[in-house]
């Protein structure tokens, strides 16, 4: 190779690594734009965001705890009406809390009473239904679930009571749906994630799929928000 030729590399290698080294500079100055500083971390986690979100709490739990008032009492003459009335018109079941400590989740009836025992004896006599359950933790086709409980399942009325966890500072408007604890040790790896926060009466699983995610995606999807 002569020494022109030499020359000509040496300066083409010069200038490439100018440009990358110019390249980089302008990435960083992008990156340095787009990503948050940590001090907007922080406010976003800090004070300022957990003071936000409580006040939509404490505002959506007085909505929901008023409305609630002359929505039981309509579920309430439609079970008479139905002849759907054993048991209590509320159900109360202990769900995993924030950092794992359990709380009393307040629902609307919408089972038969003894439901557990009767969901068991119904899947040691069914296959299917208890490999669905095993998959799903629940059944499309739940033999304990009233007529009028199948209404307040579809249209989430079942849950209304839990606005009154809200207002307890139970649960948060938008968060994790609250587990069983029965379902901890099939949530795995998941769990210590989704525990960091309180459950919530509606969230990102709740709106995006439901009832057709298998319990896995279902925990993939909690730890996602």
């Known amino acids: 190779m002569n020494r022109t030729n030499l020359a000509i590399k040496e300066e083409y290698v010069v200038e490439t690594e100018n440009e990358v080294d110019s390249q980089n500079l302008e990435i960083r100055e992008i990156k340095k734009d787009v990503e948050p500083s940590k001090d907007a971390i922080k406010v976003k986690n800090g004070i300022v965001y957990l003071i936000c979100k409580k006040i939509i709490d404490i505002v959506a739990g007085v909505i929901g705890v008023i409305l609630l008032a002359p929505i039981t009492l309509v579920v309430w003459i439609i079970r008479l009406c139905m002849h759907e009335n054993d048991g209590p018109l509320f159900f109360e079941q202990l769900r995993i809390g924030k950092d794992g400590k359990q709380f009393r989740l307040y629902k609307f ?60 500072g139970d649960m948060s408007l938008v968060g994790p749906r609250p587990y069983l604890y029965r379902e901890k040790n099939d949530m795995g790896d998941y769990y210590d994630q989704i525990v960091q926060v309180k459950p919530g009466i509606t969230g990102y699983w709740q709106v995006n799929g439901r009832n057709d995610v298998d319990f896995e995606e279902r925990t993939y999807m909690d730890t996602y928000y």
């Open 109 to 168: 009836r919408t089972m038969v009473m003894n439901a557990d025992e009767k969901l068991y004896k119904y899947l040691e006599e069914n296959e299917e239904a208890r490999k669905e359950h095993k998959k799903y933790k629940k059944l499309k086709n739940d033999p304990r679930i009233t007529k009028l409980g199948n209404f307040l399942r579809k249209t989430s009325l079942d849950e209304f009571p839990q606005f009154i966890n809200l207002l307890k």
